[in-house]
């Protein structure tokens, strides 16, 4: 079959750093082709956004918080495999496993240090892309300057234990029987869509967040509850009690679905060069949305820092 390649990029106007560049491309990673996007100066710190879902592209929404690092980073958007233009470009031929994404990751790294010519790049991860930075973090700490982990899958088979447990409590208290009997069908770890569909329907009630539907759950079942499960069992606990590049956790006070006080914990836990948590007041699981500019200004601000210790 005839893979057509699709590469654009548009200069825009010459900055403190170089030609601004709008555009995107696909190319090879893990045998496949993969789509990538990016906004930015070509001579700025690269940063690359690894999405979560697993399958959730955020190429579409990006605007909302990469508005303003735009104007510092050469911002890159990954859809990963089965994802997004991605999955519009081919269909992986492998199944899906976490050692799968991991080495995809890492080769996207790999091109855009070569291409844009720097040594190391920063890394962002949201939620299931929190974890695979994370792994990227202990895998390969020698291709980042920084990681920032935002609401990261820490152990989220122990994640979707405290939240069964606080969602049954509350109910009990309110005297659900209808949120206790769907909760009572729910098994850790989840053994199919109807399971998680019953646990995200009142995680988001608890989280005052929008409400997935049954089809939409069980769809997203379909090709990935498998993987899911597999990055689930991680435990970083055990798996990275050490990482040798700074790590900047940024979590949701309310976030219930990947649970703040597990990232609390490995944050206090966790040896690392350099680290930092910084709290979202007013989010849940998704405080690159809910609070965009002061999730932006962090970056911004570490970024600058890391320029003055240059110096």
Request: neutral net charge; contains cysteine; proline residues 4%.
């Amino acid at each position: 079959m005839l893979i057509r390649v699709v590469i654009i990029v548009i200069l825009v106007t010459h900055g403190l750093h170089g030609a601004t560049i709008k555009g995107g491309e696909a190319i090879e990673v893990g045998g496949i082709k993969q789509w990538i996007q990016f906004y930015g100066e070509d001579k700025a710190p690269v940063l690359l956004f690894l999405h979560g879902g697993p399958g959730n592209s955020a190429i579409s929404y990006s605007d909302r918080f990469t508005d303003k690092l735009k104007k510092h980073f050469l911002v890159v958007l990954w859809d990963q495999r089965e994802s997004g233009q991605t999955l519009t470009l081919n269909k992986s031929p492998q199944p899906l496993t976490v050692s799968l994404f991991v080495s995809d990751a890492i080769e996207v790294i790999e091109y855009l240090s070569t291409k844009y010519n720097q040594k190391k790049i920063y890394l962002a991860g949201h939620s299931w892309g929190g974890y695979l930075g994370l792994r990227i973090a202990l895998a390969r700490p020698d291709l980042l300057v920084s990681y920032f982990a935002i609401s990261p899958m820490i152990h989220q088979l122990e994640s979707e234990r405290l939240s069964l447990e606080a969602m049954k409590e509350k109910a009990t208290q309110e005297n659900s029987t209808a949120e206790l009997t769907e909760l009572a069908k729910v098994k850790v770890p989840f053994e199919n869509g109807e399971q998680l569909y019953y646990h995200r329907k009142w995680l988001s009630k608890l989280m005052n967040s929008s409400t997935p539907t049954r089809e939409k759950v069980n769809h997203w079942s379909d090709t990935w509850l498998s993987l899911f499960n597999e990055g689930s069992e991680t435990n970083f606990f055990e798996l990275a009690p050490e990482l040798t590049c700074p790590v900047y956790f940024l979590i949701g006070s309310n976030d219930y679905q990947t649970h703040f006080k597990l990232a609390e914990s490995y944050y206090e836990n966790v040896v690392c060069k350099g680290k930092e948590l910084y709290w979202f007041t007013h989010s849940a699981h998704n405080p690159h949305l809910t609070e965009s500019v002061k999730f932006q200004t962090i970056i911004i601000d570490i970024k600058n820092q890391n320029l003055k210790s240059e110096l």
